[in-house]
């Protein structure tokens, strides 16, 4: 689905970085977002105050049954304006319990690339049925003033509580330098500090497991 620009070029609000901790544990439960967020915010409480702050789905994880093994290539990784950058690197050496702790190691800052291929694991807009999935990205996109075309792909859950938020993995391709950074600084949909909505840059339209 093509998406055209209706309100001009986009506007990337500040300058967005993303830290990389090295994270040791022995491992997590797969639904974590919720539980990680809250460990996540007892260290650092600001994050409630960056409205557009992001969480990425946790890397370098392997399924063992009910549970997520973390290995020496796991990865936390947060989006934030580079104002907190002295901020985040206070997280180095926190422990968080999920119940089971993980320790945060050393932290890598990774400036955002401007991709015109985007790819995010799990978007949520409010709605489990595609059609009105498509329609609901399609506006926000448009909002946005983003110029590019989408593709949608497999159907995920999030969940937070007794709730669960059903949602979308979704790509953007035929982005510009400018909407590139844009998108991936604003995100689409709800639930950025649980994962949901955060582009990372993929090489192509290839099929990656959307």
């Known amino acids: 689905m093509s998406l055209a620009r209706s309100n001009g070029a986009s506007l990337v609000p500040g300058r967005w970085i993303d830290y990389a901790f090295a ?13 990680l967020y809250a460990a ?9 105050d960056e ?8 890397r370098g994880l392997t399924e063992a049954g009910e549970a997520l093994l973390l290995g020496g290539r796991s990865r936390l990784m947060l ?12 997280l180095q050496g926190c422990r968080l319990d999920l119940p089971a702790p993980l320790l945060l190691g050393p932290a890598c800052r990774r400036e955002l690339l401007p991709y015109p291929v985007l790819h995010a694991r799990l978007v949520v807009t409010g709605t489990g049925d595609e059609a009105q999935f498509v329609a609901d ?3 926000e996109v448009e ?11 497999r159907r995920g859950e999030l969940v937070l509580g007794a709730m669960v938020h059903a949602g979308f993995s979704l790509m953007l391709h035929g982005l510009s330098a400018a909407d590139s950074l844009a998108a991936q600084a604003q995100g689409v949909g709800s639930h950025r500090k649980f994962g949901c909505g955060v582009f990372v840059p993929h090489r192509s339209v290839a099929p990656v497991g959307l």
């Open 23 to 35: 994270v040791s544990g022995c491992g997590i439960e797969r639904n974590y977002p919720e539980g």
């Open 40 to 48: 996540l915010r007892r260290h650092a409480p600001w994050l409630d």
């Open 51 to 58: 409205p557009l702050a992001a969480v990425h789905p946790l």
């Open 79 to 90: 989006r934030l304006p580079e104002a907190r950058g002295a901020a985040a690197g206070e």
């Open 137 to 139: 990205v399609a506006r």
């Open 143 to 153: 909002a946005l003033g983003l110029d590019c075309d989408l593709i949608v792909g």
